[in-house]
């Protein structure tokens, strides 16, 4: 994944103030869409799973941004800054290919299966524990 200085240079990301507002109201997104999807059976609805788990990371991500000055225009950029608290390439790299799945399933119908929902899941159970750190230690949660 490039570095998030990239997506600044060509103008993904924007400096901007810290905006706690904005940051709240996507982690409150973000617990909203895990919580949704919590209900549902991941083999029936595993398109809704997959794209709600995604967008939830999405979310945090753009939340840390958000609290420290940044808006993004890129998904790959939001992620990419996730490098700055420890992730590890292989966290991005996984991120970066259930980005390019979500975007085949909501912009080109393809399917997203049942195998896939459950490993969305996961993942993000996986840093489940590291994202809440990261949002403690900006005052999020």
């Known amino acids: ?6 997506f600044l240079e060509i103008n993904e990301v924007k400096k901007t103030s ?6 709240s109201s996507l982690i409150k997104d973000m617990f909203g869409r895990i919580k949704d999807i919590s209900s ?9 799973t997959f794209e ?6 999405r979310d945090f991500a753009d939340s840390v941004l958000a609290i420290e000055g ?14 700055k608290f420890g992730f590890a390439e292989e ?12 975007n085949g399933s909501k912009y080109y119908g393809q399917e997203i ?25 900006k005052k999020l949660i």
């Open 18 to 23: 810290s905006d706690k507002a904005l940051a």
């Open 91 to 102: 966290t991005l790299e996984t991120l970066e290919r259930f980005r390019y799945k979500r």
């Open 40 to 48: 549902l059976n991941i083999l029936k609805f595993p398109k809704i």
């Open 113 to 137: 299966s049942g195998e896939e929902a459950k490993e969305i899941l996961e993942f993000y159970k996986k840093i489940k524990s590291k994202i809440e750190e990261i949002l403690k230690s």
């Open 70 to 83: 940044f808006k993004s225009y890129s998904h790959q950029a939001s992620f990419s800054y996730l490098k």
């Open 52 to 57: 709600n788990i995604y967008d939830s990371l």
């Open 1 to 6: 994944m490039k570095p998030f200085e990239y």
